[in-house]
């Protein structure tokens, strides 16, 4: 097993341009304390006009959201990248994976462009594609492959996506993660015993789903270790198993806990607790709703004068949730600050530069995925767009 890959190297400077990982972004910025920097993202982007895009995910800073033409969770704006033909540029404010997407959704004459290249995902680093490919070899030995189903989840490289669509697989994301499996379950409903799938790389998304949604127990899961022989399993351990789960998470809703909720409950009198489906699966158990960043928008906004929540997702988001609803009560559910550094990474000096250089007619920060990857991958993303609606609760 070649399991050599680090995931999480320091992002920084010049490090890995082919991965989530963080790498050099170069050119000269605007400083940050410059007082004109609205002004100028304003002016870039007029003087643009039709000919770019701007792509926001929610848990953007408020700085860079208010130049964001569409604003959605990674399902919604990989439809949005999609849907506009006609932009010459995309400027994605998100992460590397979700830029990564939007490019394999486009067309070749548009280009799109990630202010910061620094910003990646670490969950996403979490599995590589050599990690994956071993994974697949031990469950073709262990005489089980053919049974499995690979899914992944959006937060995963270009490559890793391929991946699943060459094996018959598919890209799922925390709005449709149930119908994903559903329709993964039914590619193998022929089998004695059906299917399996490999979930990856956030097991606690691929467990949520399974044991929530799809009525499986935990012990119908495993915890695949891309770090150990075998991922830590028996060859029994893969025969009996019906959901695989890759050992990876998120950082920042893995910070969420139990005990907060307990606490919450306690002193708080009626307090709704509303959580992104990257939550542990202790935390999604005591919560009251469960959901992608889009329907967490959503439950807030029908909710009624006077209700209290607590919401464990991105801080930029639950932020602008408190600051949108100032008639509700709505609270963080953890007592340290829990941003998303990567997502952090772009900003308004960022996303001047970038604008301003497309203005030159230069392309900065391109995320171009090539061809015979993108093909792929494809196939894995319109599995998931395919996917029938009533999957994304919007
Ligand atoms: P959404 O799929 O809800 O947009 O979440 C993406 C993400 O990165 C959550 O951490
Ligand atoms: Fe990745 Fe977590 Fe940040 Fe989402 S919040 S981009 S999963 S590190």
């Known amino acids: 097993m070649t399991t050599v890959d680090l995931p999480l190297l320091p992002l920084g400077r010049g490090v890995d341009l082919t991965s989530e990982r963080g790498v050099e972004c170069p050119g000269d910025l605007p400083p940050a304390s410059d007082p ?49 033909p006609e932009a010459e540029y995309i400027v994605f404010c998100g992460v590397h994976f979700m830029a990564e997407s939007a490019d394999i959704l486009t067309g070749p004459h548009q280009k799109v462009v990630l202010p910061d290249l620094s910003a990646g995902c670490s969950m996403a680093d979490m599995a590589v594609l050599s990690q994956v490919e ?3 070899d031990a469950l073709a030995e262990a005489g089980v492959q053919d049974a499995v189903v690979p899914v992944t989840y959006m937060n995963s490289s ?3 996506k391929a991946f699943c669509g060459r094996n018959g697989g598919i890209v799922c994301t925390s709005s449709n993660a149930e119908m994903a499996l559903e329709w993964a379950f039914d590619q193998k409903a022929h089998l004695d015993g059906g299917g399996k799938v490999l979930f990856f790389p956030d097991q606690h998304l691929g467990r949520n789903t399974a ?4 009525g499986l127990t935990l012990d119908d899961c495993v915890v695949w270790d891309p770090q ?27 910070r969420f806990t139990p005990e907060v909720v307990d606490k ?6 009626g307090i709704q607790i509303l959580v992104h489906p990257e939550c542990t699966h202790e935390v999604v158990l005591k919560a009251d709703l469960v959901g992608s960043t889009e329907f967490i928008i959503k439950t807030i906004e029908a909710a009624p004068a006077g209700s209290s929540w607590a919401i464990g997702t991105e801080l930029n988001l ?32 960022h996303l001047v530069w970038a604008l301003e250089s497309l203005v030159k007619g230069m392309v900065v920060n391109q ?21 029938p609606g009533k999957s994304h609760r919007d």
């Open 36 to 84: 004109a920097l609205v002004e100028r993202a304003r002016a870039a982007k007029d003087t643009l006009g039709e000919r770019v895009f701007v792509l926001g995910h929610h848990y953007q800073r408020d700085e860079v959201i208010q130049f964001a033409d569409v604003t959605g969770d990674s399902f919604k704006l990989a439809r949005d990248a999609a849907g506009r």
């Open 134 to 136: 071993d994974a697949w």
């Open 158 to 160: 270009a490559d890793i």
């Open 211 to 214: 044991v929530l949604k799809m």
């Open 228 to 254: 150990k022989p075998n991922g830590g399993l028996t060859t029994q351990q893969l025969a009996d198993a019906t959901m695989i789960l890759w050992k990876g998470h998120c950082s920042v809703h893995g």
């Open 264 to 269: 919450l409950r306690a002193t708080v009198p």
């Open 318 to 349: 639950v932020k602008r949730l408190a600051n949108d609803h100032p008639d509700k009560n709505i609270v963080f559910l953890e007592k340290n600050v829990c941003y998303c550094s990567t997502m952090n990474r772009i900003d308004l000096p």
């Open 367 to 387: 995320i171009d995925v090539d061809d015979e990857t993108e093909r792929h991958a494809l196939v894995a993303l319109q599995r998931m767009l395919d996917l």
